[in-house]
């Protein structure tokens, strides 16, 4: 039978919900309050657009956090919607994927905009409506949807089900500001605050190292904070650092901020050489070379790093190789804050997992389903982000299915 089905939110959550139920002869309509639809999306694909990861299952799902239960829910959806099923339909739009040295999975256009513009198309075939400028500003007393148009005008429906997919806080300039979180939590849902995600750090750097280096990336480095250690990239920016080995300490930054209102990270700025291969290369003969130009030749660092260096600690280098060696190894640097939210790659926040049952339906209200990052999961970058704002997209578009079903004809 088919049925009226408003998907409210037109991000990749909301998209990939329409494609389904679309396909099962339902009439769907997606309700975007921006011009154009998935804006955060096409700004994924300006780095790449890392779709998913090749690491094995359980590897995978053990990335999402915030505690066992909501790791559980989550990953359920996923193993019913998998990296590989992923895959399998990014390839069917059209778009061959790639593996990356890290593992990670991208579309070998290594950009978003062909994937997009062919699902719209196959969405326009299915029937889908596409409504842009229409705004949802939650319920009328009797139940319906409303929506503000460009015009200032409200327009109301009232669907056999309802997909709320709108997104979480970061980038709010995209689309998604979460300004719907009172009006969920007005009508019983369990919501939790937003806070940034795979954010970058606030480091009080002076003023003379961020004018000179913002911009400039720390290559094959490593960090650690709260006994959790990334290798990877990070880029020095005027407030501090940000990049995917800060992104993948979110969780033990934003703890440590919380309970002890500071925040420490670990650098090592090179990770691929042990402490006594390091002070051997230290020990060498400096003759008259200036210790800048020592340091670049003997440990090979770039001026970005031997800055760096300086700005870690008030007291001068020490001259002793093992204590140079000890601090190139483990430079502590101050963490004053998490990056803002408005340049958070992600947020965490929103519908709490507990307030949606196993098929991804509000269990305050009956009829509305909630997909993708406005629900209160984390998970660091490497297409983690993507492959769970699909997969519970997937998992709620099956509940709609199997929830109306049981509502017979
Ligand atoms: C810079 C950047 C790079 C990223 N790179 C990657 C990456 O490489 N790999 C990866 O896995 N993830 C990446 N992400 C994360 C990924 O883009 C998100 O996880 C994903 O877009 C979330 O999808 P969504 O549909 O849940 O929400 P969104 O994409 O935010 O879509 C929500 C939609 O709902 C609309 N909306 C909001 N409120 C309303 C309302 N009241 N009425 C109507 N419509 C509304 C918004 O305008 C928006 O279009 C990146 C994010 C950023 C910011």
Known sequence: VSREIAVVGGGPAGLMAAEMLSATAHRV???????????????AGRGGLNLTHSEPIERFVARYGRDDAARRHMAAAIEAFSPAALIAWAEALGQPTFKGSS???????????????????????????????????GWVEDGALTFRREDGSAVGVR???????LGGASWPRLGGSGAWLP??????VATRPFEPSNAGVEIGWSARFAERFAG?????????????????????????????????????????????????????????????????????????????????KAAGLP???????REGSTAPLPSDAAALAARIKALPLAVRGLAGIERAISSVG????????ERFMLRALPSVFVAGEMLDWDAPTGGYLLQATLATAVAAARGIEAWLGERGA
């Open 159 to 165: 669907p056999d089900a309802t997909l709320l997919a």
């Open 29 to 43: 309509t997606v309700y975007e309050r921006m011009p154009s639809p998935a804006r955060k999306l096409l700004m």
């Open 350 to 357: 929103g519908v709490a997992l507990e307030a949606v049952d």
């Open 216 to 296: 400039t990336p720390l290559k094959r480095i490593a960090l650690t904070c709260g006994g959790v250690r990334a290798v990877g990239e990070a880029m020095v920016t005027r407030r501090g650092l940000e990049g995917n080995a800060v992104y993948a300490l979110s969780e033990p930054i934003r703890r440590s901020l919380a309970d002890d209102g500071k925040a420490e990270l670990t650098l090592d700025l090179r990770p691929d050489l042990g402490h006594e291969a390091l002070t051997e290369r230290l020990s060498r003969p400096r003759d008259k070379q200036s210790l800048s130009t020592f340091l670049r």
């Open 183 to 188: 009006l969920l939590a007005a009508r019983g």
């Open 103 to 137: 593992g990670r999975i991208f579309p070998k256009a290594m950009k978003a905009s062909p994937l997009l513009r062919a699902w719209l198309r196959r969405l326009d075939r299915q029937g889908v409506r596409l409504l842009t400028r229409h705004e949802w500003t």
């Open 303 to 309: 001026p970005v790093a031997i800055a760096v260096l």
